[in-house]
Structures are given as structure tokens and as C-alpha cells.
């Protein structure tokens, strides 16, 4: 059988292709399970509403209020004293139920 070769010497000298078959169903289906839930699960779903997404949030506000700052101590007393009576007002608002 060994001489004349054929499907049937290939099938049993490749072992009933046993290794093959178990190659492709657990070892490459148990890494490509890891990997879809190492790439989707933990680092799309888990870090990116976690804190990637917590430290991107934070990044964008600190990023747009960077933009307020002038360095003029006038603009600064200016918030101040508008949020001074933004406060008060909201205090006398409550007060009058």
C-alpha cells in the first residue's frame, strides 16, 4: 500500500489526520475565542465605557475649558462674581417657598 501511495495510505499515514483536525477545532477555536473576547470584550466594551472612556471624557471637558483661560485676573473676578450671584439668587429662590 506504501508503494502504490493512493487516499487511503495518506489517510492512515497522516494519522486519521487527527492532529490536524484537533489543530483546527481547539487550539485555533480556543484562540480565536480568546482573541474576540481579549479585543471586543475587554478592550471595546470593558476599557472603552471604563477608563479609556472616563479618561477621553475628561481629556475633551479639560480640553474645551483650557479655552476659557485668558490669564486676566479681570476675566477671572468677572466669572467669580457672576457665579456669586447666580448662587445668591438661587439661595433667595429657595428661600421664598
Known amino acids: 500500500m506504501?508503494?502504490?501511495g493512493g487516499p487511503m495510505h495518506s489517510f492512515l499515514s497522516h494519522k486519521w489526520y487527527f492532529d490536524e483536525i484537533y489543530n483546527f477545532v481547539f487550539v485555533k477555536g480556543t484562540a480565536a475565542l480568546g482573541d474576540l473576547f481579549w479585543k471586543v470584550g475587554d478592550k471595546?466594551?470593558?476599557d472603552g465605557m471604563g477608563p479609556?472612556?472616563?479618561t477621553g471624557i475628561?481629556?475633551?471637558g479639560a480640553g474645551g475649558l483650557?479655552?476659557?483661560h485668558t490669564g486676566y485676573i479681570f476675566h477671572?473676578?468677572?466669572v467669580?462674581?457672576?457665579s456669586a450671584?447666580?448662587?445668591v439668587a438661587f439661595v433667595l429662590a429657595g428661600q421664598g417657598r
Open 2 to 4: 506504501a508503494q502504490n
Open 44 to 46: 471595546k466594551i470593558i
Open 52 to 54: 479609556d472612556g472616563v
Open 58 to 60: 475628561a481629556k475633551a
Open 66 to 68: 483650557s479655552k476659557l
Open 76 to 78: 477671572y473676578a468677572l
Open 80 to 82: 467669580i462674581l457672576v
Open 85 to 87: 450671584v447666580i448662587f
